[in-house]
């Protein structure tokens, strides 16, 4: 435990912020798993799924939860998914 006020405050930030970001990540992970499902199994919404995904991953990223490059390459990844599923 610190004895420093200053590393106190800190500390109490560092727990609000670790919260915060579980939340956005887990939102984040979600959005992209149903995506995944829609996508693989050729659901009719599939398209607005991979949209409402492409959202929470660039906000995760604008919020510095996960690194604008990860999201990027998450993006382009499912993108690429579902350009695969409509082609065939």
């Known amino acids: 435990m610190a004895n420093i006020k200053s590393q106190i405050k800190r500390n109490r930030q560092n727990e609000k912020r670790r919260i915060q970001n579980r939340v956005v990540r887990g939102s984040t992970r979600t959005a992209?798993?149903?995506?995944?499902?829609?996508?693989?199994?050729?659901?009719?919404?599939?398209?607005?799924?991979?949209?409402?995904?492409?959202?929470?991953?660039?906000?995760?990223?604008?919020?510095?939860?996960?690194?604008?490059?990860?999201?990027?390459?998450?993006?382009?990844?499912?993108?690429?998914?579902?350009t695969a599923t409509k082609k065939a």
Do not use: F, P
């Open 32 to 82: 992209l798993y149903k995506a995944r499902l829609a996508v693989e199994t050729n659901q009719e919404n599939s398209e607005e799924m991979v949209k409402k995904a492409i959202i929470a991953l660039d906000k995760a990223a604008q919020k510095g939860v996960i690194h604008k490059n990860n999201a990027a390459r998450k993006k382009s990844r499912l993108i690429k998914k579902l």
